[in-house]
Every structure is written in C-alpha cells, then in structure tokens.
C-alpha cells in the first residue's frame, strides 16, 4: 500500500498552529496571573507599613505623612506605583486605639484589562490592615 501523495510534512504544521493557538493564551494567562499576584503582596504589605509608621508618628500629621511614604516604599519594593494608592487612613494616636489603613492599586491588562476590571482599565486589588498603637506609648 502506497500513502497518499501530498500528506508529507502536515503532521508538523498541525502541531505547530495548536502549540501556537494555545501556548499564546495560556503564557497571557499566567503573565496576567503574575501581575496580579504582584500587585497583591503590594498593596499588602503597602497597608501593614502604613500603618505601623501612622501608629508609630508623634501627631497625625506626621503619621499621614510617614504613612504615605511608607505605603509608596513598599509598593516601589513591588515595581509598583503609588499615586494615592493609601485610600484609607483612619483612627486616633490614643494607647490601644486602632488605626486602620487602606491601600488600592489598579493593575492594567493589556487587551482585556477594560474588559476585565469593569470598564476602569484594569483589575483592582486592594488590602487593608488594622494595626493597634501601643498602650505603653507616653502621654503626648
């Protein structure tokens, strides 16, 4: 029996168009996984700084600034931005209050981030942590 004429060579272009056709979406989806992921260690330890250095300040005009710089140190640790990425900063200096901080990022998916992220050009992810100020802090 002879093959037929023509069918050398197909066996390798049809593994080379379905590696392509579904290598390419899968790298895209881990790629964008990674952002994510990245975004989320950010914002997470962006809100732990914060607040530790507003529950640490003298006064809270201090605290609100050595948190903003806190917060944009640890998302830079990330590769990240932060323009007004510290969204919430609430609570008093008092012993035993609590201050709770909020921090939000947008993460920006090419393609399919507007689709994604409701129309706001990305995903958001957002973490928020509650830090106790220290009861044997001295009267101020």
Do not use: K, W
Not at 11 to 17: K, R
Not at 54 to 83: F, K
């Amino acid at each position: 029996m002879r093959r037929p004429a023509g069918d050398d060579g197909n066996a390798v272009v049809e593994f080379s168009t379905l590696a392509v056709l579904l290598m390419v979406p899968l790298v895209y989806i881990l790629l964008s996984v990674f952002e994510v992921q990245r975004a989320s260690f950010g914002v997470t330890e962006a809100a732990r700084q914060a607040g530790r250095a507003y529950a640490t300040a003298d006064d809270p005009a201090q605290g609100r600034a050595r948190a903003a710089a806190a917060a944009a140190l640890a998302m830079r640790d990330q590769g990240l931005e932060c323009r007004g990425c510290l969204t919430g900063l609430t609570g008093s200096l008092q012993a035993d209050a609590q201050v709770t901080t909020t921090v939000e990022h947008f993460v920006r998916l090419p393609l399919l981030g507007s689709v994604l992220g409701g129309g706001r050009g990305g995903i958001p992810v957002d973490a928020t942590h509650v830090e106790v100020v220290d009861r044997f802090r001295s009267a101020r």
